[in-house]
């Protein structure tokens, strides 16, 4: 069973940028794929990112490509999300994910989640 505990969230003001870190145990990390979700009240959960086991290949919805980055280190067992030129629209709460989806959009694709991180952007 693999743990995931997300960190990093904050409150920033728009155009600013934070960094959120996924800290895994209890499984093979480095043979799962690795995303970010993101849920804004009163909406449905949404993809962010996902980065291949091995780090070779990044995709990235249309609202967050080209600002927002995902990476992993598969030594220390933790993946990133780079945030950048955030916008009050990014106000979500952001939960790291692991599994080995067919689909990335699908939630239920991954088998793993963490208890999710609040990022709160001031317009």
């Known amino acids: 069973q693999l743990q995931l505990v997300e960190s990093g969230g904050g409150l920033v003001q728009a155009g600013g940028s934070l960094r959120l870190s996924c800290a895994a145990s209890g499984g093979a990390f480095s043979t799962y794929t690795m995303g970010w979700f993101r849920q804004a009240p009163g909406k449905e959960r949404e993809f962010v990112s996902r980065i291949t086991s091995s780090g070779s290949s990044t995709y990235s919805a249309d609202s967050v490509r080209g600002r927002f980055t995902i990476s992993r280190d598969n030594a220390k067992n933790t993946v990133y999300l780079q945030m950048n030129s955030l916008k009050a629209e990014d106000t979500a709460v952001y939960y790291c994910?692991?599994?080995?989806?067919?689909?990335?959009?699908?939630?239920?694709?991954?088998?793993?989640w963490g208890q999710g991180t609040q990022v709160t952007v001031s317009s």
């Open positions: 994910v692991a599994g080995r989806p067919r689909s990335v959009y699908l939630p239920s694709n991954y088998d793993y």
